[in-house]
């Protein structure tokens, strides 16, 4: 199972959207957004390890702006 | 030592609030959220822990909404400043602090003007009916006190708000004498801006305010690093960040934490009973005293502070002799003048006394002793 990153523009939307998924029994956590990656600067990430598809809706819908997804590599 | 000047900052503050505020400098000492390694995620998580209690004990929207800031004085200025235009008018009360009436008097040079709406100190509906009479169709924000630290008087919070949202007219409240002592619900009574003095009645260190937004967000008044977006050279537009530039007080923000998990162990009701029924103690000895005047003519209602004078004194030389006995209170304007002009003691001030969660009845009956020996001293001087 792939893990994916769906990007953040900081550590209180990551927290909040990692929590929401968490009480949606699903898995996440958060790290820092790799710089390659980041084009904002200092952005945060919640890893998931289904497709981002499937859980935006519910972190959008939350309030929680989504900069960018991306396959772990 | 007897404090009684809980309504400045609480004091002693609950072995919780200590045990975390330690525990943030010697675990917790690394920039919240900016690193990306566990102290600094470990420091962003007791932040955002904190934004969810905060959100939750006033019924705000979300967590998001919850600012961090030094104090409530700078929680009001980032309201008023951010959001208020040239032509704009604003309605405020009579019984302001300084935190308010200070920043508004620094706006009429922007062309944004203010009046003020006269607080019965007894009387809540007329209180309400001078409101209406002072607001009008060009009014885009009321700012006025929940409670006045100078008389205790709560203002008709709800129903200022009720008639604000009928309106469309924004709504900030300066809650420094009530939060965590009177039960705050923004939504209920329609507040979009609630400004805290988190190290008062949350018993969090000082140095730690709130502003809690479920209104249109304010421009900014201060801009810079804020761990986030940092290729971007304008100021981020995502909350709590937006207004959160520089290094946190993180310390503090533990500290806000515990005493929000203080208050509600011991209960925001049983809180206020305990200081009500202290304030009652006191007004009730203190009555008996010849050539006292107290501002207040009742306690049921109201915040738990008390004002008042001893006749052929000033408030200072009361509070000294207080100081002599190791009482420690409160005298003079107390930044609030408009009440003072209200009250008529604008030349002498006042002396206040205000208990906190801590404070006993024996606090109470050897203070008010001891003003009655400062009475009959000064009967004898005078």
Known sequence: MGQHLIMVSSITQAIKGRDLLRSNGKKAYIEKTPSHLDTHGCGYSIIVYEQPENVISLLKNSGIRIIGTSDRI | M?????????????????????????????????????????????????????????????????????????????????????????????????????????????????????????????????????????????????????????????????????KG?????????????????????????????????????????????????????????????????????????????GTVNLPGIAGIRAGIDFINEKGIDRIRNHEIKLIKLAYNRLSKISGIRLYSSQYDDKAPLLSFNLNGMNSIQVANELNRHSVAVRAGLHCAPFAHKRLGTIDCGTVRISPSAFTSEADIIKTTEYVANIASKSKAIF
Do not use: W
Request: glycine share 8%; proline share 5%; aromatic share 6%.
């Open chain 2, 169 to 245: 007219i924004l709504f900030a409240v300066d809650a420094a004498q009530s939060a965590g002592v009177i039960p705050i619900d923004m939504k209920e009574m329609g507040i979009d801006y609630l400004c805290v003095a988190a190290h008062k009645g949350l018993y969090a260190p000082m140095g730690t305010g709130l502003l809690i937004m479920s209104g249109p967000t304010p421009a900014t008044i201060i801009e810079g690093g804020t761990g986030t977006e940092s290729a971007n050279l304008n100021q981020p537009i995502d909350l709590p960040e937006k207004y959160e530039s």
């Open chain 2, 2 to 166: 007897i404090y009684l000047d809980n309504a400045a900052t609480t004091s002693p503050k609950p072995q919780k609030v200590i045990r975390a505020v330690t525990n943030a400098l010697v675990y917790l000492s690394a920039n919240p959220g900016r690193s990306g390694h566990s102290t600094s995620e470990n420091a962003a998580i007791v932040m955002y822990e904190t934004r969810n209690k905060v959100a939750k004990l006033f019924n705000a929207p979300n967590a998001e909404g919850v600012i961090f800031t030094p104090n409530c004085t700078a929680s009001i200025n980032y309201v008023l400043k951010g959001l208020l235009k040239r032509g704009d008018r604003i309605v405020t009360s009579s019984l302001e602090h300084n935190a308010v009436i200070r920043p508004l008097t620094a706006l009429k040079k922007y062309g944004i003007g203010f009046d003020v709406f006269e607080v019965d100190i007894d009387n809540s509906e007329t209180t309400f009916k001078n409101f209406l009479n002072t607001v009008g169709n060009d009014t885009r924000m009321v700012i006025c006190t929940h409670a006045s630290n100078v008389t205790g008087t709560l203002l008709p919070i709800k129903k200022i708000g009720a008639y604000c949202k009928e």
